[in-house]
């Protein structure tokens, strides 16, 4: 799948007149209505709104269609992602193919959407001459993106993000569920498998020869939180 799009350009949504917070709401796959900034207009936001909330307020936002919509993070899904990070710097160490990023890493995955997943590998091929831009936000998408599960995530964001990573080039997604203690191996959108704690978060042709029996990274949490 092509990564080539044009993503130097912030095109905005003009929003219907007729529509209504009910409407903006589904359009972004059902988020609570806490999340979704008025200011700026919906439908007018930018890369650079969504950088000032993060140097003022530490908040961090996404950017769907010139809308800014707060992430959510609780402090456990935050270990968790920790954990990950560190687990993917480790194998990086002696495959050094590409760069890990916290949630905290903008990414123009389209020309319309920016988002962060809580944990993303991008390989040095992606970026041009192999090299990392210096740029605020890059503009790529990461071979792999995971999304640890928050409470406050709903089905509807979590189907329209997983779209939105495939339709981008995504090759690889996890989405790691706390509370059930799963996790749902995406290779295409229609295509998953779930993996209870005995399973294994596998690289693939992604991150070769990486395994991860996911209780360890469960259990590595849990240490940390006690």
Not at 41 to 58: K, M, R, S, V, Y
Not at 129 to 151: C, H, M, N, T
Request: with cysteine.
């Amino acid at each position: 799948m092509s990564t080539t799009a044009d993503l130097t350009a912030t095109p905005q949504l003009a929003l219907p007149r007729h529509w209504t917070l009910a409407d903006l709401q589904k359009h972004l796959g059902g988020v609570p209505s806490r999340r979704i900034r008025l200011f700026p207009q919906p439908g007018t936001a930018t890369e650079e709104d969504a950088l000032n909330i993060e140097a003022h307020e530490d908040r961090l936002c996404e950017l769907v269609d010139g809308i800014l919509v707060e992430k959510v993070m609780a402090s456990y899904e935050s270990m968790l992602a920790g954990a990950l990070i560190y687990l993917l710097h480790a194998y990086l160490d002696t495959a050094p193919i590409g760069a890990v990023f916290a949630p905290d890493g903008m990414l123009r995955i389209l020309p319309t959407k920016i988002r962060m997943p809580d944990v993303s590998f991008i390989s040095w091929e992606r970026f041009p001459g192999g090299k990392r831009p210096q740029a605020q936000v890059f503009r790529v998408a990461p071979d792999l993106a995971v999304e640890i599960i928050s409470k406050g995530n709903t089905k509807g964001e979590m189907d329209l993000k997983l779209r939105e990573y495939f339709e981008a080039g995504v090759r690889l997604v996890w989405y790691i569920d706390p509370r059930s203690r799963t996790a749902q191996i995406f290779t295409a959108v229609d295509q998953s498998t779930t993996i209870d704690e005995s399973g294994l978060l596998e690289g693939r042709d992604v991150l070769p020869a990486f395994q991860l029996r996911l209780g360890e990274l469960f259990a590595r949490a849990d240490r940390t939180a006690t």
